[in-house]
């Protein structure tokens, strides 16, 4: 085996593939990153117990094969290699990778040893690859952390005709968020749950233009786009439903513009320790802000708008508000309250081309005992 490429070409997905090798595994193959070369093309690919992934690149292929090689150690290797042209060979029980002037020579495993790749579940539809993204990341910061509950630590995946519905929860609070896709089928439809930590890897690591091609099966979920593509086991159960939660009888309703809210409130939860929630007072026309107690308190007040007379205060950990305004993409976000201690609905509002609010997400929290 042997071939030729761009240092930042080979590097970059070096680095992409060892995304899913594990840290620490009692089988040393699974380290390993598998090098192909053939024609005009290079493939790199990893797994683990629970993830595969697989780039493919332009390389010159002078003569063809494949190799496996710790990945760990190879992405160190490219991150020293002079920038230029790299060769590489596989040479008697190595792996030799040059850069001008520079060489290394790597010890291979042994490729019986490897596992066989999972191969891509069945083909279900194209999402566009930014919006996958965004959205991926706007609920993310709902899902669990508790490895104790293994099914509130992942993201919902709905398909439902012409809408996904990407959805996570920890119990104190719920984002839902959802968006156009093409489906293959328009009467196809799905419900799983994936790892929130590898979907958001996934969502980073794939290009960010064009669209997402979404493999699903029973066990496991894939995706493919510029020549990348990457599995993970689905986990098992369902996420609580969201439909009753998010139905709010007769809430107090009040909206504020998000950035300047969001601003506010980190400023004024520098206050807060502990348990100490953050406040929020809504009257006329205006959002009172207020956390911490006795000497070290703040506060600030913001402009708002009530559709109704009734004033309401509503307290919230902190750190769970902050995460639920950052996560919207929007302009203003309105709230639906229901009284201290009870569920409070976030929306993310942005202005619609006929002038009227576009619901971006919603993100439910759970509010807490309000300030004495």
Not at 19 to 38: I, N, Q, T, Y
Not at 134 to 147: K, L, M, N, S
Not at 291 to 310: H, K, T
Not at 323 to 349: C, I, K, N, Y
């Amino acid at each position: 085996m042997e071939f030729r490429t761009e240092l930042n070409t080979f590097a970059d997905a070096v680095g992409w593939a060892a995304r899913v090798l594990p840290a620490r595994s009692p089988v040393p193959v699974l380290g390993g990153l598998l090098l192909e070369a053939d024609g005009d093309r290079l493939r790199i690919s990893g797994l683990d117990y629970e993830a595969s992934a697989r780039i493919e690149v332009e390389a010159e292929t002078v003569r063809p094969g494949k190799v496996l090689v710790m990945g760990r150690r190879l992405l160190d290797v490219c991150r020293v290699l002079p920038k230029g042209p790299v060769e590489c060979a596989v040479e008697g029980s190595r792996f030799c990778v040059a850069s001008d002037g520079a060489s290394f020579g790597l010890s291979v495993l042994p490729l019986d040893d490897y596992p066989v790749l999972p191969v891509l579940p069945q083909f279900r539809g194209v999402v566009d690859a930014e919006a996958f993204a965004v959205a991926v990341a706007q609920v993310a910061v709902a899902a669990g952390r508790d490895d104790a509950l293994p099914v509130l630590t992942g993201i919902r995946v709905g398909l439902d005709g012409g809408t996904m519905t990407l959805a996570a929860t920890d119990r104190y609070r719920y984002a839902v968020r959802s968006l156009a896709w093409q489906p293959e089928s328009p009467d196809h439809s799905a419900d799983v749950v994936v790892s929130a930590r590898r979907l958001t890897e996934i969502a980073r690591s794939l290009d960010r233009s064009g669209t997402v091609r979404v493999a699903l099966d029973g066990g496991s979920i894939g995706f493919e786009n510029g020549g990348m593509r990457i599995t993970t086991r689905l986990l098992e159960g369902r996420l609580p439903r969201h439909d009753k939660l998010f139905a709010l009888d007769r809430p107090t309703v009040a909206s504020t513009e998000l950035v300047p809210l969001l601003d506010a409130a980190r400023r004024v939860a520098v206050v807060a320790e502990g348990d100490s929630p953050l406040q929020l007072t809504f009257s006329g026309n205006s959002v009172h802000l207020q956390a911490g107690y006795e000497d070290d308190i703040a506060s600030q007040r913001l402009p708002a708008v009530m559709e109704s007379p009734d004033a309401v205060t509503v307290a919230f950990n902190p750190s769970y508000l902050i995460d639920a305004l950052a996560s919207f993409g929007a302009t203003l976000v309105r709230f639906e309250l229901l009284g201290p201690g009870q569920r409070a609905m976030l929306t993310g509002l942005s202005p619609a081309p006929d002038g009227g609010a576009r619901l971006r997400h919603q993100h439910l929290l759970m509010s807490v005992k309000p300030l004495v």
